[in-house]
């Protein structure tokens, strides 16, 4: 299928420039006999506009195509985490909606045949991917967009909510409730920078949102590399420092359900000893006791989006495109009502009660 980037050296023009005229941007200044030798070439070489692509998209221009979802996780550690299940199955109910032939690579210790990738018309890599991985992956793909993490730099399709964002308004909340000693536990992104055990982007924008509210204490930011007793054992860890945190705010609901846990056998009661949010809202949550604070993030929306991306890409589209979807805060029993909705309580007697 013809691309832009053929139109723009037919008529020796700029990608931007046809894109701007096939799109009737009324803004752009060009000559109208430039405007007509694009219009003209884009109808000689059978180019499909974009409203086109939408409607053959409409269409089926999925039916028959062959997708590999490459997977970061092996079988049972994703069993382990429901947030990554969403995504999968995000991945495969659209697979599934436009008849497309999907094929499943996950890890075994070595790289998956090139041949699997190579014979299929694209790649929906899910989780996180660095170096020679990533590499490998853009090599061997006809078409790749990454699912739940985009590689630095624009040339990659991606799909993925602002984690970042997310724990900014989380914090900058949890600060109006009157919390001053707030803890964080998570994990280390040992593979994009593994000098830097703190890179990994909820940890970071912690310690960097901490920092400048003049709040931060390294005492109450924990990381390690992720176990399935992770959660637990880092709780449990600062929970037993002099002067512990009064929220602590998790890294996923994983690591809240080991929270949850150590905060019980030590005794202490939720959200009055201490409070605690997290990130994902897997389906527990809202069935613990008490039900779990946490951010929403649209797991299978994610997958369902990273094929979209590949079908736009089957039909044409050639510039690279990232979309970041919206989060959620979903408040519940496991921290105090957001400040909005407790007007019977002063701000300083909030802080009295959560600062020390």
Same mark, same amino acid.
């Given at each position: 299928m013809v691309t832009i980037k053929e139109i723009a050296a037919a008529v020796g023009v700029s990608s931007a420039t046809v894109s701007r005229v096939l799109n009737y941007d009324p803004t752009l200044s060009i000559s109208t006999r430039k405007r007509q030798a694009i219009i003209e070439t884009a109808e000689a070489l059978n180019y499909a506009t974009p409203r086109n692509r939408g409607r053959a998209a409409a269409q089926g221009v999925g039916a028959g195509q062959k997708i590999a979802l490459v997977h970061f996780l092996e079988p049972a550690q994703e069993l382990a985490d429901p947030y990554y299940v969403g995504v999968r199955l995000g991945i495969e109910s659209r697979c599934q909606a436009m008849k497309s @032939?999907?094929?499943?690579?996950?890890?075994?210790? &070595? /790289?998956? $045949?090139?041949? +699997?990738?190579?014979?299929?018309?694209?790649?929906? =890599?899910?989780?996180?991917?660095?170096? $020679?991985?990533? !590499?490998?992956?853009r090599r061997h793909s006809r078409h790749l967009v990454f699912a739940d993490y985009a590689p630095a730099g624009d040339a990659d399709d991606s799909v993925l909510s602002d984690v970042?964002?997310?724990?900014?308004?989380?914090? @900058?909340?949890?600060?109006?409730?009157?919390?001053?000693?707030?803890?964080? +536990? %998570?994990?280390?992104? =040992?593979?994009? $920078? /593994?000098?830097? +055990?703190? &890179? !990994?982007?909820?940890?970071?924008?912690? +310690?960097?949102?901490?920092?400048? =509210? %003049?709040?931060?204490?390294? @005492?109450?930011?924990?990381? @390690?590399?992720?176990?399935?007793? &992770?959660g637990y054992a880092l709780t449990k860890a600062m929970l037993s420092k002099p002067n512990p945190p009064k929220v602590l705010i998790t890294c996923n609901d994983n690591m809240a359900l080991g929270a949850y846990r150590a905060i019980q056998e030590m005794g202490l009661r939720i959200p009055e000893d201490i409070a605690v949010a997290s990130f994902n809202d897997i389906p527990v949550a809202q069935f613990l006791g008490p039900p779990l604070s946490t951010v929403k993030i649209p797991a299978e929306l994610i997958g369902e989006t990273a094929v979209d991306l590949l079908l736009e890409r089957l039909s044409g589209r050639d510039v690279a495109k990232k979309v970041v979807l919206g989060t959620e805060m979903v408040w519940r029993g496991s921290t105090p009502q957001p400040v909005d909705r407790e007007p019977g309580r002063s701000m300083a007697a909030r802080e009295e009660l959560r600062s020390v």
């Amino acid at each position: 299928m013809v691309t832009i980037k053929e139109i723009a050296a037919a008529v020796g023009v700029s990608s931007a420039t046809v894109s701007r005229v096939l799109n009737y941007d009324p803004t752009l200044s060009i000559s109208t006999r430039k405007r007509q030798a694009i219009i003209e070439t884009a109808e000689a070489l059978n180019y499909a506009t974009p409203r086109n692509r939408g409607r053959a998209a409409a269409q089926g221009v999925g039916a028959g195509q062959k997708i590999a979802l490459v997977h970061f996780l092996e079988p049972a550690q994703e069993l382990a985490d429901p947030y990554y299940v969403g995504v999968r199955l995000g991945i495969e109910s659209r697979c599934q909606a436009m008849k497309s @032939e999907i094929v499943k690579v996950v890890p075994t210790g &070595s /790289p998956p $045949e090139a041949a +699997i990738l190579e014979g299929a018309s694209g790649v929906v =890599a899910v989780g996180h991917y660095y170096g $020679e991985a990533l !590499e490998w992956l853009r090599r061997h793909s006809r078409h790749l967009v990454f699912a739940d993490y985009a590689p630095a730099g624009d040339a990659d399709d991606s799909v993925l909510s602002d984690v970042a964002m997310a724990m900014t308004r989380l914090l @900058e909340a949890v600060h109006r409730m009157g919390y001053r000693r707030i803890g964080f +536990i %998570g994990w280390i992104d =040992a593979f994009h $920078e /593994p000098e830097n +055990i703190h &890179s !990994e982007r909820r940890c970071r924008t912690f +310690i960097d949102w901490m920092v400048k =509210a %003049g709040l931060y204490d390294p @005492e109450l930011c924990l990381v @390690e590399r992720m176990t399935p007793d &992770s959660g637990y054992a880092l709780t449990k860890a600062m929970l037993s420092k002099p002067n512990p945190p009064k929220v602590l705010i998790t890294c996923n609901d994983n690591m809240a359900l080991g929270a949850y846990r150590a905060i019980q056998e030590m005794g202490l009661r939720i959200p009055e000893d201490i409070a605690v949010a997290s990130f994902n809202d897997i389906p527990v949550a809202q069935f613990l006791g008490p039900p779990l604070s946490t951010v929403k993030i649209p797991a299978e929306l994610i997958g369902e989006t990273a094929v979209d991306l590949l079908l736009e890409r089957l039909s044409g589209r050639d510039v690279a495109k990232k979309v970041v979807l919206g989060t959620e805060m979903v408040w519940r029993g496991s921290t105090p009502q957001p400040v909005d909705r407790e007007p019977g309580r002063s701000m300083a007697a909030r802080e009295e009660l959560r600062s020390v």
